[in-house]
């Protein structure tokens, strides 16, 4: 990223930040439209997050099933094994992989019952696919911030 980006910081970053250094309750999902910022606010997040952080993204053309989504989680967990602090696992675009609600809802609570401290930011850029999977599988585990070009905030507890 560069120096120029790195140092401006939308006005929701201070937003996912705190939200982020809060113990493990909520994941925090970040929606909006393509080209708006949603990485490169994950990647200032990941920069500034006081423990391990793990990027990966579904924008490519040859994943096909929760498999990845799965890989992904488990390099998370692996990450807290060997550092034993909170490790943030960021999953941008995640929309993209069919059935992405179940597997995450699956995961996430898998590592609540064992109290992994694995803390979790996704991003989509399709807001109809986002929303569906989050009300379906998803209700009562995440914390929403929406959009970054009009900087609005919406929580679900």
């Given amino acids: ?90 999953l941008d675009e995640i929309q993209k992989i069919p059935r992405w609600s179940e597997a995450v809802k699956k995961l996430w609570d898998e590592d609540t019952a064992e109290k992994r401290p694995v803390k979790v930011l996704l991003l989509g850029s399709s807001p109809l696919l986002m929303q569906k999977g989050l009300t379906e599988s998803l209700a009562g585990r995440f914390e929403s911030l929406r959009g970054c070009i009009d900087e609005i905030i919406l929580v679900v507890r």
């Fill in 1 to 90: 990223m560069s120096k120029l980006l790195s140092n401006f910081k939308r006005e929701i970053f201070s937003t996912l930040e705190k939200h982020l250094q809060e113990p493990r309750m909520f994941m925090q999902v970040l929606t909006g439209p393509r080209q708006t910022g949603k990485t490169t606010l994950a990647q200032q997040a990941l920069e500034s997050f006081k423990g391990k952080g793990i990027y990966a993204s579904a924008d490519v053309p040859t994943l096909t099933d929760v498999t990845w989504i799965e890989q992904q989680w488990n390099s998370a967990r692996l990450a807290v094994k060997q550092t034993s602090d909170d490790v943030l696992l960021v």
